[in-house]
């Protein structure tokens, strides 16, 4: 199941737009939050700082710059790690700077120099750059791995407390080779090594693609999907360039809790930036234990779905019967050709001839059909016995009616999320928008206003369907989601990662 | 069967019913089977089980109707069939006239989830394809319980109030399913909470099945059922 949402979804929603304001950055570190900002950090002492994590701005260049930097939250510190060079085209290091805080206004803004953590001599098989921070979840413990191309990607343990080499006399254990920025992760029992593959720093003709492999223990050895090991430039891609974005690089978990994840990166080419490296974040999935790259949603008209009941979200109005009412009985007359969407309607323009009517000898009745295929149905066609005022949202079996389409459009100026814009939800044709109501219970209200109910988060869930979330609920302070608690009711309420109530799907009709 | 023998047998079944309801508190009375799944209540009060499921209402027989659009049920729903319908709480083998036809409100329980009225069709003749039926129950909750839901299940369309209030409709051609349509968040008052249901049918089966969920949207157990409130 969860693999069909997923190819259902990858082939939906393959477009993608870049993030919003200045997002010009290169070799990103991991995105991390600090009360309630999202800060990131590239080479040249480049930062980037967004309150809100879709519209991005300059940050502060930070006290220790370098190349590739990343950078983790545990306790009360974030650690900073940073490229420096030492001299020579391999001979280099990893040093580490912490601080209480990211927000260059806090009074603990400070940061504080540590020791090297990890180095390369200019002679031996490593180039001790590009590094990744990483907390493994289930132990407490803590590690970095670094390298670039030359030599391979090491693995150092460090001290979670300090943030500096916990065995500084511990040879490195070598973990991959023919790649460098890379990061770790860990999910439901195994650990995965990101790596980036390909050549950077090119622009438009930049190779990079993000490449990954797991193992069971954190030491290695990871293999990639096909069992090869990733020591022998093994490595199943994460994702590689597409659209107009290429060369993506540098990954970085955003654990968003509540089974959420997305993944920063950078674009080494936005071609609609002039080709310029851009920040991109993407949702991560999962399919059969390895991740997938999600994609942000660019809107649309859709059909949605509750994974939960099968049916689907509508205004609830009277449907009318795409096509014109259906016909009992075996024979009887064809129906005569009439109105648009009635009995007999006549073909679309340009439309091809259907199949001959009556099949199995059953003329024009209710197995007939009626001779010619059937146009979509509009609002425009049906609309006219709508209810003007506010309506109430529901669910029914789909049945490609107009009051079940709806168009999904990203709202300029809106703000948004981490990785997404916000979106208002109308039906397709009119400007009737979904909404949240101060009892958070949903309606759908006559025209969209742009008020803060009517703005939709959709972020795309591990297996591929979506969690649809109002921006917010009047006189509700609790964070809640679109919910299909009936078959043929939609609420909101808290989002419940065990369960299927909350998870979405966006069909085109 | 001739109408002489029917409403006997609608006699016989009131009084039956009248001698068990008006009895709280006294030996169970041997049950009644309407059929396979339907029985007469025995008890004064029946509580909800693990799965929540409300298992005692009175059912009224059947009114002809045809329609199962949004627009049809809804017509129906507004439509005044008989006096006090939308407050009305009766007593077992009470009758309204409907359309010159006397109809009787009879108790039942269901042994299943569901309340199957092509059952009650079958026992007490009546007709179950192209009607409408009314049902009411009593749901007594020991505490008020806010940001609670109705969550019902029909074939086919149904419209559901509670304490008078509308909070449920689902419409067309259906079957039943457990939670199809739920309410908006509502309030179970401490006492007795009135639920009442007009269910639709064109042809075939016909049922129906009602619950309460909690603010997790799980089965509210534990709730008195009874067909009487406290002062009558």
């Given at each position: 199941m969860k693999y069909v949402l997923l190819t259902l979804f990858l082939t939906l929603t393959s477009a993608a737009f870049a993030l919003n304001g200045a997002i010009g950055i290169h070799d990103p570190s991991t995105v991390v939050q600090d009360h309630g900002k999202y800060y990131v950090y590239g080479t040249g002492g480049g930062s980037l700082v967004s309150d809100d994590g879709w519209t991005w701005r300059a940050g502060v260049r930070p006290a220790l710059t370098g190349a590739a930097p990343d950078v983790i939250h545990i306790g009360d510190r974030y650690y900073m790690y940073v490229a420096v060079g030492l001299g020579g085209e391999t001979k280099a290091g990893v040093a580490m700077v912490w601080s209480k805080t990211l927000d260059p206004k806090s009074p603990d803004y400070k940061w504080v120099k540590g020791a090297m953590v990890a180095s390369s001599n200019g002679v031996e098989d490593s180039n001790a750059i590009d590094p990744g921070a990483f907390l493994d979840p289930t132990t407490g413990r803590m590690w970095l791995v670094y390298g670039s191309y030359v030599g391979y990607i090491r693995l150092v343990e460090l001290n979670p407390k300090t943030g500096e080499d916990l065995n500084p006399k511990e040879k490195p254990i070598d973990l991959a080779i023919n790649c460098e920025a890379s990061d770790m992760m860990y999910h439901d029992g195994w650990y995965y090594l990101l790596a980036t593959h390909g050549s950077c720093c090119r622009g438009a003709d930049s190779g990079y693609n993000i490449r990954v492999g797991r193992s069971r223990k954190v030491t290695g050895p990871y293999l990639d999907a096909?069992?090869?090991d990733m020591i022998q430039g093994g490595g199943t891609q994460l994702i590689g360039s597409g659209g107009r974005f290429i060369g993506p690089g540098h990954f970085g978990l955003i654990n968003l809790g509540n089974g959420v994840e997305k993944f920063s990166m950078h674009w080494e080419a936005d071609l609609d930036q002039g080709g310029r490296s851009v920040l991109g974040i993407r949702p991560l999935l999962w399919k059969n234990g390895w991740p997938v790259a999600g994609e942000v949603l660019t809107g649309g008209t859709f059909e949605i779905h509750s994974v939960h009941t099968g049916t689907s979200l509508d205004m609830a109005v009277e449907g009318v019967p795409v096509g014109g009412p259906r016909r009992f009985g075996f024979g009887g007359p064809r129906p005569p050709a009439g109105s648009r969407g009635g009995p007999g309607a006549r073909p679309a323009p340009g439309a091809r001839p259907g199949p001959p009517r009556g099949p199995g000898g059953f003329g024009g009745g209710m197995f007939g059909g009626t001779g010619h295929p059937i146009p979509d149905q509009t609002a425009a066609d049906v609309s006219k016995n709508w209810p003007a005022g506010t309506v109430n949202a529901g669910m029914s079996n789909?049945?490609?009616?107009?009051?079940q389409k709806w168009q999904i459009t990203p709202v300029p100026d809106a703000g948004g999320y981490i990785g997404g814009p916000y979106f208002k939800i109308t039906i397709a044709g009119t400007d009737r928008a979904l909404a949240a109501t101060a009892d958070a219970e949903l309606a759908v209200v006559p025209a969209f206003t742009g008020a803060p109910e009517q703005l939709w988060r959709l972020d795309q869930l591990a297996d591929g369907s979506w969690r649809i979330m109002p921006k917010a609920v009047p006189n509700w302070k609790e964070p809640v989601a679109l919910s299909a608690v009936g078959a043929s009711f939609a609420t909101l309420s808290k989002f419940d990662p065990k369960s299927d109530v909350q998870h979405w799907l966006l069909k085109t009709p | 069967m001739n109408v002489y023998r029917k409403y006997l047998i609608s006699a016989l079944a009131a009084f039956i019913g009248l001698a068990v309801i008006a009895m709280p508190g006294s030996a169970a009375a041997a049950a009644k089977s309407y059929g396979s799944t339907l029985t007469s209540p025995t008890t004064p009060t029946l509580v909800t089980g693990a799965n929540g499921f409300i298992k005692r209402w009175f059912v009224l027989d059947p009114i002809p109707a045809r329609g199962l659009t949004r627009d049809l049920v809804q017509a129906m729903a507004k439509k005044q069939y008989f006096h006090d319908q939308y407050t009305i709480i009766p007593k077992n083998g009470e009758q309204e006239t409907v359309d010159g036809k006397t109809l009787t409100w009879r108790a039942v329980d269901t042994k299943?989830?569901?309340?199957d009225l092509r059952h009650y069709g079958q026992a007490f003749h009546q007709p179950w394809t192209n009607v409408l039926f009314w049902a009411v129950t009593i749901v007594n909750s020991p505490r008020e319980m806010q940001n609670v839901r109705l969550a019902i299940g029909s074939n086919a369309a149904s419209v559901w109030w509670l304490n008078g209030q509308e909070v449920i409709g689902i419409y067309g051609d259906r079957q039943t399913v457990i939670d199809d349509g739920v309410s908006e968040r509502v309030t179970l008052k401490k006492g007795p909470n009135v639920v009442r249901t007009m269910v639709v049918n064109a042809g075939g089966a016909t049922d129906f099945c009602a619950r309460f969920l909690d603010v997790n949207n799980k089965p509210i157990k534990g709730l008195t059922v009874t067909l009487r409130e406290p002062h009558q």
């Open positions: 096909e069992g090869v789909y049945l490609c009616q107009a009051q | 299943l989830y569901n309340v």
